[in-house]
Structures are given as structure tokens and as C-alpha cells.
């Protein structure tokens, strides 16, 4: 048994206990709740390793959720919808969803990504220190972090990130003024069997980026390259573009995102 506990909120009784039997046999203790107001009062109380989230939930929707729980937690989450539209995913992976499922979905797809999750956020302190000959901590001058602990600062001040938002700047860091492509990140920060694709990655650097600020005077500290991805710039490492950057550089950061 993994003894990892699992909250499923979902209003159909029949697909709650299809996926309460993948769960169960893929060794998760499982909690059901048919309402979003249930479903937070199972949270507070169990605090679960994972939440599996139905948009169309009856008394409170499930972005109302999603919002509630990721002012309290960084847990896991993989929303649920009957809808593929693409908004429905920008929305739930803004949100700060972890990942998402359409209904219908096979047995094998829900247990491998409820898995993957789980592992990716147990997995944290192994991705962040299993190389001992690396620094045990990041500090550009505002931007702290300590690979030991999992804690971020930024000018002194605490800031809480999700697993997927930490991992997502290790690896940045790790790779500093080097251009990482959105497949690369998936890669490196998430668990992509299933080729969701790296539209998730766009929205989690907006919600990092939010978090961490930019310093007085300069642009974002993750900047974007317009048709090859992101970089990490730290503050004292800034250097004037070189020929041929300038334009791409000055539209990536003009970009609403």
C-alpha cells in the first residue's frame, strides 16, 4: 500500500465509484464528496496527497474549489470535465490546476496520472538535492532559494509555491541564462505521459512570475523567447541583448502573459 490518500469531489455517483475502485487499487485511501462546500470540509479535515476535481459540481463549482484549496495548499490537483474546450484548460491550469481529464477517460489513463502527480510532488526533495555536489542554495541577490528545505524568499519575504511552481524554478535556476524550451520544462518540472503539451507551461511561469516579482527597474526575472521558450536572468547577471535579440526580447516581455 503507498498510504497516500486521495479526495475525489464528483457529483455522479457512478463515476465517483469508478474512480474511488482505480484509486483503491492503486493503493490510495479514498474520500468522496458530491458537493464543492462537501468536498472543502473533506479537505480540511483529511488533508489528502491528491484532489481529483469535477468542474460541474452542484452549491459551489469546481473553479470556486480549485480557487479555495490553492489559497490553503500547494496539493495536487487533476480537474474533471465533460467539456474539451480549450478555455476550460487555460482556466484550470491559471487556476493552478496540475493536470486535466476529459471525461470519458479509461481506467489506465486515471491511474497513471493519479501516480504521476503524487510522485512528482513526493519527489520534490529528490529532484532538488540529489546531486550533492550542487549548491544547497540559490541566491542572486532577492531571489533565495534553498534546495534543502524547499523554501523561496524573495528580499527576505517567504513565498509559497505549488510542487509544480517550485520544480518549475529549480529548473530554471539550475539552468540560468539558458533557453528551455516548454518540452523541455514538461520534462523536467511535470509528469507528461500522456502529451497534455506545453500550453501548461506557459501558465505556470505566468503565476511563477507573478510570485516572484520583478526587481525594481528591470524586466520579469523568467523571460520569455518568442519560438524557443524561457530563461532565468538573475538581476546582477542582466546583460544589454545582443544583435538580433533586442526585438525578440521586447516582444516576448510586452506579451499580456
Known amino acids: 500500500m503507498s498510504g497516500w490518500r486521495a479526495l475525489v469531489i464528483e457529483d455522479e455517483r457512478d463515476v465517483a465509484f469508478g474512480i474511488r475502485v482505480v484509486l483503491e487499487r492503486g493503493g490510495f485511501a479514498v474520500t468522496t464528496a458530491p458537493t464543492g462546500p462537501d468536498g472543502l470540509r473533506a479537505f480540511h479535515g483529511d488533508r489528502p496527497d491528491l484532489v ?80 550533492t555536489r550542487r549548491a544547497e542554495v540559490f541566491n542572486d541577490g532577492s531571489v533565495q532559494l534553498n534546495f534543502s528545505s524547499h523554501e523561496v524568499t524573495v528580499d527576505g519575504v517567504p513565498i509559497a509555491l505549488t510542487p509544480t511552481e517550485y520544480r518549475l524554478l529549480v529548473a530554471l535556476v539550475r539552468h540560468q541564462g539558458q533557453v528551455l524550451s516548454p518540452e523541455k520544462l514538461l520534462e523536467l518540472a511535470w509528469s507528461d505521459p500522456y502529451g497534455i503539451g506545453p500550453e501548461r507551461v506557459k501558465y505556470s511561469i505566468l503565476r511563477l512570475r507573478r510570485k516572484l516579482g520583478a526587481p525594481p527597474g528591470v524586466g520579469a526575472r523568467i523571460e520569455a523567447v518568442r519560438g524557443f521558450g524561457y530563461r532565468y536572468r538573475s538581476p546582477q547577471r542582466r546583460r544589454p541583448p545582443a544583435q538580433g535579440e533586442e526585438d525578440a526580447h521586447r516582444s516576448a516581455r510586452s506579451e499580456s502573459w
Open 52 to 131: 481529483i476535481l469535477d468542474i460541474g459540481l452542484p452549491g459551489m463549482d469546481g473553479w470556486t474549489v480549485l480557487e479555495r484549496i490553492r489559497d490553503l495548499s500547494d496539493v495536487p490537483i487533476l480537474m474533471l470535465t465533460a467539456h474539451g474546450q480549450e478555455s476550460e484548460k487555460v482556466k484550470g491550469f491559471a487556476g493552478g490546476a496540475d493536470d486535466y481529464l476529459l471525461k470519458p477517460f479509461g481506467n489506465a489513463e486515471l491511474g497513471a496520472r493519479a501516480q504521476a502527480l503524487v510522485r512528482r510532488s513526493r519527489g520534490t526533495r529528490g529532484m532538488a538535492t540529489g546531486d
